[in-house]
């Protein structure tokens, strides 16, 4: 069977560029895609169509890093917080000078 044609078809961050000469695993058809990231992946054609790879691995990455950096997305919401009090009470001359690193 000749293979599925995926040349410059998207697949969440992948884009499909060529068909490899090889085969991958349980002779599985590969292509080589280029992340928006500017990575390159080679992904069989399953993994493309079933949404199960959808990057070269950045997305993980990225995935990872944002709920590692949520507590500090919480520090930032609590400074913005007290900005807000310190400028409804009076304090709206000191509102760009108290933004420490606490
Ligand atoms: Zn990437």
């Keep these: 069977m000749k293979p599925l ?5 998207r697949y969440g ?4 560029l060529r068909l490899q ?8 058809t590969l292509w080589l ?11 069989d054609t399953q993994s493309l ?7 070269c691995g950045c997305l993980q990455r990225e995935t990872r890093h944002f709920r590692g950096s949520a507590t500090n997305m919480a ?5 913005i917080a ?9 304090h709206s001359g000191t509102i760009d ?3 420490d690193d606490a």
């Design 5 to 9: 044609d995926m040349t410059g078809q």
């Design 13 to 16: 961050r992948l884009m499909a």
């Design 21 to 28: 000469p090889e085969r991958g695993l349980q002779n599985k």
């Design 33 to 43: 895609c280029r992340c928006d990231c500017g990575c390159d992946a080679v992904v």
């Design 49 to 55: 169509r079933n949404g199960s790879t959808r990057s």
């Design 75 to 79: 520090k930032v919401r609590t400074k």
């Design 82 to 90: 007290k900005r807000s009090i310190a400028a409804v009470s009076g």
């Design 97 to 99: 000078t108290d933004w």
